[in-house]
């Protein structure tokens, strides 16, 4: 029976937030708070929270009232499922505080005082040696764990969102006076001993038993509301390292896209065109990421798409292509199979010629769209490498071959690479595209 | 041989003169620059260059104002335009006022020097991206209603358009000759004639093409 304090005494709640303490300070004078039950800072209903702001006591004192009046006959227990159903929920803003000061703490003490004497005057009492050490914890918590004075408060409430180093540190440093601590501990160490001389008469294992059980809650009452400051800051500590997380995640992405389109722009500041068509695609690829929406109406031209693919992969691969682009074409699926297959041809000159330049030509021709990838890089001999260019198959000539196209490689060992693709070109919008898919044997090579 | 070139500079970008300056001073003789079309005019009046690298784009009427002016009074200076990434008009304007050939700010110094001893020799000098230009200013069929006074000029052979195409790919003209099996001066005498055409051919003139490179 006697362990049971440590499990009823409520630990520290969260830090109200610091504009509550700041409107506190503020209005206080002017208008006392509205009794209500908050949702921030409450641990069962907000019953004891809102009492606490109300009257301007640390909530933990009322906590500990509440826990101590229980065990005179449960009376705890019924006054606080009473005023839970009496004070009603607090509108969204928590209600401002009354400052708490020591005064009310001790007057709040001594009604409890007051109120456990006529308890036991009236016979609704679990004893005095179970009551004795209750109350003795509960003054030695209160003493421990609570402060009255506002500036502490303020600095308590003001750290959680501020530094986590400095937050871990501070709330190690909790208790705020070595004479609070020496008082409080004496007291715990007093409940715990007298808890201890009643059960003097019980059985030897027994008693074994109950001491450990109650030097454990003599520890958790000392130790139990640090741990768990401890725990709520390492909390707000992973909290703010999301934040942080998510802010560089932000970063990272407006550097990849809006900052590499901003220095494209600076360099092809002579030309108004391409600044526009990167300006566009960097809207679109934008909204697409803030909104996680294509963006409709992309009326691309053949060249504009080229061009982007191509600044793609020289921003990311620092490759240098040089864009020739002859004649216009509708962008259908055809025409983006091509062109992902250029944007694959490319890459693999970034990654595999050993050179920084690349040189991409686009024809539309009058039934087919041929595109060339070439590059002065060292080449490979196609036979000797069956494996490794399982990437080139499947990404580039299957690809294309899907849409009624088709690639080929010419490559010679340090002579360069050049990848050739064609798919049909798109007819006019009342032909089916399909029908044109067979009728484009015969490039314009020699 | 090159180092007897005397070479004139024009550019708006102090910055890009200096760097071409520096790049080029000891291959050809670098005999002056200039930034705007005034100071151009009066510089390559008095300093007589063999090769004038142009930029398309300039403050005051561009590098074709440069051409015209200079063509009138020093019909031998020959020009080479230098530019970042042009319009296909300006860059087409610019060759039908004169210039032998286009090359786009991203060539190598040695490429430059060879496109510079190229124009001094009289040929013509085409980049990829003039290829490309050239190709889309000569596809498809005259428009109704324009007459083509004469249509040698308005169309291009096809070993021409081969030539084009392979110079478009990124092949130099020596590679161009090998998979062509050509010579060299074979397709210089392509190249020269296409030059020929795109002056002379009234079909660049043709608003039809303009419009045409922006159909959406």
């Known amino acids: 029976m006697s362990d049971t304090p440590a499990t009823t005494t409520p630990p520290t709640p969260p830090a109200p937030p610091a504009a509550a303490v700041g409107a506190g300070h503020a209005r206080a004078p002017a208008k006392p708070p509205r009794l209500a039950r908050p949702q921030q800072g409450r641990v069962v209903a907000g019953v004891a929270a809102g009492l606490g702001w109300r009257l301007g006591v640390d909530p933990v004192l009322v906590r500990i009232a509440f826990a101590v009046l229980a065990f005179a006959g449960g009376a705890g227990l019924v006054l606080y499922g009473v005023l839970w159903a009496t004070i009603p929920p607090a509108a969204e803003a928590p209600p401002r505080r009354r400052p708490a000061t020591g005064q009310q703490a001790v007057a709040l003490a001594l009604i409890v005082l007051g109120v456990l004497l006529l308890l036991r005057a009236v016979g609704v009492w679990f004893g005095d040696q179970v009551v004795g050490p209750i109350v003795l914890l509960a003054a030695g918590s209160a003493v421990l764990w609570t402060r009255a004075d506002t500036d502490d408060r303020a600095a308590w409430s003001h750290l959680t969102g501020h530094a986590p180093g400095d937050a871990l540190r501070r709330a190690a440093a909790a208790p705020t006076s070595p004479l609070r601590i020496v008082a409080g501990t004496a007291l715990v160490a007093l409940a715990i001993a007298g808890a201890l001389a009643t059960t003097g008469s019980l059985g030897g294992a027994q008693e074994l038993i109950i001491v450990l059980l109650t030097a454990l809650a003599g520890l958790g009452l000392l130790f139990g509301p640090w741990l768990w400051r401890l725990i709520d800051q390492l909390g707000a500590e992973r909290r703010e390292r999301v934040r942080q997380e998510e802010r560089a995640e932000l970063a990272a992405h407006l550097h990849d896209s809006v900052l590499q389109t901003l220095a494209l722009i600076q360099r092809s500041s002579d030309d108004p065109k391409r600044m526009v068509a990167l300006a566009r695609r960097q809207e679109r690829e934008l909204r697409t990421w803030l909104y996680g929406a294509t963006a409709t109406g992309t009326a691309m031209t053949l060249t504009e798409a080229v061009q982007g693919i191509t600044e793609e992969v020289e921003a990311i691969h620092g490759l240098t292509i040089e864009v020739v682009v002859v004649g216009e074409t509708a962008l259908d699926e055809h025409v983006w199979a091509l062109l992902a297959a250029i944007r694959e041809a490319c890459v693999n000159v970034a990654k595999h010629s050993g050179t920084d330049r690349a040189d991409v030509f686009v024809e539309v021709q009058d039934d087919q769209v041929v595109a060339f990838i070439r590059d002065r890089g060292r080449g490979f001999d196609p036979d000797s490498v069956p494996g490794d260019r399982a990437g080139i198959r499947g990404s580039i000539v299957e690809r294309v071959e899907r849409h009624g196209g088709r690639a080929a490689l010419h490559t010679e060992l340090d002579a360069g690479t050049e990848v050739e693709v064609t798919v049909p070109r798109p007819g006019p919008p009342t032909t089916h595209v399909s029908d044109r898919a067979t009728t484009t044997p015969g490039g314009h090579r020699p | ?216």
Do not use: C
């Not at chain 2, 200096?18 to 705007?36: F, P, R, S, W, Y």
């Not at chain 2, 005019?41 to 690298?53: E, K």
């Not at chain 2, 015209?68 to 304007?93: C, G, K, M, N």
């Open chain 2, 1 to 216: 041989m090159s180092r007897a070139i005397r070479v004139f500079l024009v550019d708006d970008h102090a910055l890009f003169r200096a760097g071409v300056i520096a790049e080029l001073g000891t291959k050809v003789t670098i005999v002056g620059d200039a930034g705007d079309v005034d100071a151009a005019i009066q510089g390559i009046r008095a300093t007589r260059p063999d090769v004038v690298l142009l930029d398309v784009h300039m403050p005051g009427g561009g590098g074709r104002a440069v051409l015209e002016a200079i063509r009138e009074t020093h019909p031998d200076v020959r020009f080479l335009a230098l530019s970042v990434s042009d319009a296909a008009e300006d860059v087409i304007q610019v060759i039908r006022a004169g210039a032998r050939g286009y090359v786009t700010k991203t060539i190598s110094s040695e490429e430059l020097v060879r496109a510079i001893v190229r124009v001094h020799q009289g040929d013509a000098v085409f980049s990829p991206r003039l290829a490309g230009f050239v190709l889309d200013a000569f596809a498809g069929e005259l428009p109704p209603g324009v007459d083509g006074t004469d249509p040698e000029l308005d169309q291009l052979t096809t070993r021409e358009k081969e030539v084009l195409r392979h110079i478009a790919r990124g092949y130099t003209y020596r590679e161009v000759a090998g998979r062509l099996h050509i010579s060299i001066k074979t397709v210089e005498t392509h190249v020269s004639a296409v030059l020929r055409k795109l002056q002379l051919s009234n079909r660049h003139e043709l608003t039809a093409w303009a419009a045409g490179r922006d159909l959406l």
